[in-house]
């Protein structure tokens, strides 16, 4: 079980998301799972992810929506499926400062 689940809904991001996923893949703490629900997209946003998925299939758990549920329901449906003990917040334009997970986790454990 991965102490960190990074939730993320994301739609028709395909601009943004590579770098907010890069700055995932960047952290100094690497226990994680990465949870991302794709919403339905209509660019090649679920293509970036399964590209992401593929190539990192033990970090990632791809969802996609066949209709648009929203942000709300997409990340429910993330909530639903992570086994973290703890959650993280991400949107797909979102960057993190590399050590973001380390100091977040460090924070709630001390």
């Keep these: 079980m991965p102490k960190v689940s990074i939730i993320m809904g994301a ?3 395909e601009a943004t998301l590579e770098n907010s996923i890069n700055s995932i893949l960047n952290q ?11 919403d339905a997209s209509d660019d090649s946003t679920l293509s970036i992810l399964e590209s ?3 190539k990192y299939p033990k970090k990632f758990v791809l969802l996609h929506n066949d209709k648009n549920l929203m942000l709300a329901g997409s990340l429910n449906r993330c909530l ?4 973290g003990e703890y ?7 979102d960057i993190s400062a590399p050590d973001r997970l380390e100091k977040q986790v460090d924070y709630l454990e001390h």
């Design 11 to 13: 739609y028709n991001c």
């Design 28 to 38: 100094t703490f690497n226990d994680w799972e990465f949870v991302i629900c794709d």
């Design 52 to 54: 992401y998925k593929n």
């Design 80 to 83: 639903s499926v992570a086994k």
């Design 87 to 93: 959650i993280a917040r991400m949107d797909a334009d």
